[in-house]
Nanobody, 121 residues
Framework: QVQLVESGGGLVQAGGSLRLSCAAS????????MGWFRQAPGKEREFVAA????????YYGDSVKGRFTISRENAKNKVYLQMNSLKPEDTAVYYC??????????????WGQGTQVTVSS
């Protein structure tokens, strides 16, 4: 089992920044990719970003490309999502996930509880 705990969400004005953190514990494996997804009320879960543990490849959803940056700190089993130039449409619950690198949430085996991000206009 892998446990994932997100932190760093909150309320921010449009144009502002937030950094989300995801701490992984338990049976973490270097072969797992880590991803961030988000889900707004009444909408499907949306891919935000993913990163591999090994070759440090990164992937981004079209709606966040150029504004968000995913990174990881292997020694601490942590993954981060730096969110800049936030827009009201970025408002959602953000989830951290571990599994196979993919834009499809079904490829991920483990999920955190989520952290709320609210962007005011």
């Amino acid at each position: 089992q892998v446990q994932l705990v997100e932190s760093g969400g909150g309320l921010v004005q449009a144009g502002g920044s937030l950094r989300l953190s995801c701490a992984a514990s338990g049976r973490t494996r270097s072969t797992y990719a880590m991803g961030w997804f988000r889900q707004a009320p009444g909408k499907e879960r949306e891919f935000v970003a993913a990163i591999t543990w090994t070759d440090i490849s990164t992937y981004y959803g079209d709606s966040v490309k150029g504004r968000f940056t995913i990174s990881r700190e292997n020694a601490k089993n942590k993954v981060y999502l730096q969110m800049n130039s936030l827009k009201p449409e970025d408002t959602a619950v953000y989830y951290c996930a571990a599994g196979s690198v993919s834009r499809d949430p079904r490829a991920y085996d483990y999920w955190g509880q989520g952290t709320q991000v609210t962007v005011s206009s």
